[in-house]
């Protein structure tokens, strides 16, 4: 039968470059995890922050309570004030429950991974002070009696290196003794250390250390480092012993700070350091992932994608963040949608793959046209907003092993299946991979059109898959098999792919379908439609064709959305912020806001005013 046929199909792709997934159109492409969510426990609140030690994931934030994967809230609830771990392998939560009184903002572990550090607003744990800093051992869980520093405001961020321990955040005091904003701690007695600065205002963020332990980078919301501001503005790399200021050149293009712009993480690796930031006004002028490198802090890739960007973590040959990103066309991404569609996990190669076009929405961007990029990767599973900050996002975090990619945040659904605060995503060898094309029955049928005697052109919109950008796509007339071929896709992006079926009888009717699967074998068939073929004599009338609807999603399993998450009436708020007057970034940048204000984030506890603290990135920018 197909032998007869003159098997002529035309597929449209765009202007993109191909993207990646769990098995690649391209070997050289790396793959990302699966978009399979596994199970995991939950929180009723929100996840700041997470750290992998061995099989055990600490997490952060500000909750109450947890319960298992699957476990309606409310229902199978235990508590757990602020902190909490589970097994990466499995999900399920272990019996580590140290009772913090206050928001747990940062984790890091010692480098031979038998303590963990915890930073944030707590002044105690259990019934023992501990004034915004703990260690907890990580074979026992217990309090660690020796190391209890003190910080006069919320600590933020935490890293280790060899015997020391370095934090940054809103506090002036540590020890008792004066320091800005950072200061640096022994691993063993907590006894404070030479690391310090001058940071006159606003917050540090974030901070990572060197694989060679000799600089530690900062960023936040503060406006000079020791009196400088290129660098200085929003980001700083310093000598990790005495807390002199080093060259960080991509601190000059890069300014954030200020009310209206932070950078929200920084992360690490041999390869460099990976940035991320908000903007949402005079002041800022970046909101996505940077990758710099470690000689002078030059740009390796920047990408601007729109839409504030809370962290990014480098696993192997990919950068995996957490945004709430609506716009990704400079880099060859998707488009603006209106109204806003957000793509709340993105996946991005390591290396630079290309160059940033100019800025295609207009308005307030900062254009960064020029500048290298990296590229997009296929991996897009649907994770929603929760409503506990009171900000409209979902995940705030992102974690990551060779094995495992964890988000956390305060969603309640992924993948249109309840799951609130914690998600697990794996490599496809341990993964399901049973996330397959999502468009199926009505909304997954072609066109039909007889534009010669004796043929049928079938036409219809591609699918797309969640983890695979390569789709094989069969063409059924009357429920068999007659063309087999293949296409590229996305979510947000599916061509129109044809195939032109000859030698039909003239006068008599088909029914043709469309059967879709991915690489793994996942396989959706769409409705069957129908047309008479038209003859020569009948050509002169013009064949209605059979429109195809709009898209119906494959169902994942029948459960409705969890409710939506209250904050717990124990977590007492810190009071607010007030914000230093704006500085003004470095003349070469031309920063401009975002257009419509959200609400502020819901403040942490904190027992010491936090003055000169911004809040946490605005909502929908």
Not at 235 to 243: D, L
Request: aromatic fraction near 8%.
């Amino acid at each position: 039968m197909i032998a007869t046929a003159a098997l002529v199909a035309t597929i449209f792709f765009g202007t993109g470059s191909a993207q990646a997934d769990t098995a690649p159109p391209n070997s050289s492409t790396p793959k990302t995890v699966a978009a399979d969510a596994l199970p995991t426990a939950q929180i009723n609140g929100v996840v700041w922050t997470q750290t992998i030690v061995g099989n055990t994931v600490y997490v952060g934030g500000q909750f109450t309570r947890a319960r298992p994967a699957g476990a309606s809230a409310g229902t199978s609830e235990v508590t757990r004030n602020n902190l909490m771990a589970y097994n990466l392998s499995t999900g399920v939560m272990t019996s580590f429950n140290p009772n913090l009184n206050g928001a747990v903002r940062a984790i890091t572990a010692s480098p031979d991974g038998s303590r963990i550090y915890v930073g944030g607003a707590f002044t105690t744990v259990g019934s023992v002070t501990r004034t915004r800093l703990a260690s907890f051992s990580t074979a026992t869980g217990a309090l660690d009696s020796s190391w209890k520093p003190t910080a006069n405001n919320t600590v933020r961020a935490l890293g280790a290196f060899g015997s020391t321990v370095f934090a940054g955040g809103s506090f002036t005091s540590a020890n008792s003794q004066g320091r800005q904003r950072i200061a640096s701690f022994t691993g063993s007695t907590g006894s404070l250390g030479t690391w310090k600065g001058t940071v006159p205002d606003g917050a540090v963020n974030a901070l990572t250390v060197s694989p060679t332990g000799d600089r530690v980078v900062i960023g936040g919301s503060f406006t000079s480092y020791n009196g400088a501001t290129t660098p200085g503005y929003g980001m700083a790399a310093t000598n990790s012993s005495s807390g002199a200021g080093m060259t960080w050149n991509i601190g000059k293009l890069i300014k954030n700070a200020g009310p209206n712009g932070s950078i929200l993480s920084l992360t690490s690796d041999s390869g460099g350091v990976y940035g991320t930031g908000y903007d949402y006004g005079p002041g800022a002028m970046f909101e996505g992932t940077f990758r710099a490198s470690w000689s002078s802090g030059n740009t390796v890739w920047i990408e601007d994608c729109h839409g504030d960007t809370y962290s990014a973590v480098p696993v192997g040959d990919v950068v995996y963040t957490t945004a709430h990103a609506h716009f990704c066309g400079n880099i060859g991404g998707f488009s603006e949608t209106s109204p806003r569609t957000f793509h709340r996990t993105l996946a991005f190669t390591k290396n630079a793959t290309g160059i940033i076009t100019r800025n295609s929405t207009g308005g307030s961007y900062f254009n960064f046209e020029g500048r290298p990029r990296p590229s997009l990767l296929t991996f897009y599973p649907d994770i929603n907003a929760g409503n506990f900050t009171g900000q409209s996002q979902g995940p705030w975090n992102v974690a990551a092993n060779s094995q495992y990619v964890l988000y956390g945040g305060e969603f309640t659904l992924v993948n249109n299946k309840r799951q609130q605060g914690l998600v697990r995503f794996a490599v496809s060898s341990i993964a399901p991979d049973k996330e397959g094309p999502r468009v199926t029955g009505a909304s997954f049928t072609p066109m039909l059109t007889t534009p010669t005697a004796g043929t049928v052109k079938v036409t219809w919109k591609s699918n797309y898959d969640r983890d695979n950008e390569l789709l094989t796509y069969q063409v059924l007339r009357n429920g068999a098999v007659v063309r087999t071929q293949t296409g590229l896709s996305v979510d947000w992006s599916r061509p129109t792919i044809s195939w032109t079926d000859t030698g039909r009888t003239p006068g008599t009717t088909y029914s043709y379908q469309i059967r879709v699967s991915d690489p793994f074998g996942n396989t959706v068939t769409g409705d069957a439609v129908s047309v008479r073929v038209a003859s020569a004599a009948t050509l002169t009338q013009t064949p209605d064709p059979t429109a195809s609807t709009e898209p119906k999603v494959a169902p994942d399993v029948n459960l409705l959305p969890a409710p939506e998450v209250a904050p717990d009436s124990q977590v007492v708020p810190e009071p607010k912020v007030v914000p230093e007057p704006e500085a003004v970034p470095d003349p070469d940048v031309v920063p401009e806001p975002e257009a419509v204000p959200a609400p502020d984030v819901v403040p942490e506890s904190a027992e010491v005013p936090d003055l000169n603290v911004l809040p946490t990135p605005k909502g929908q920018g």
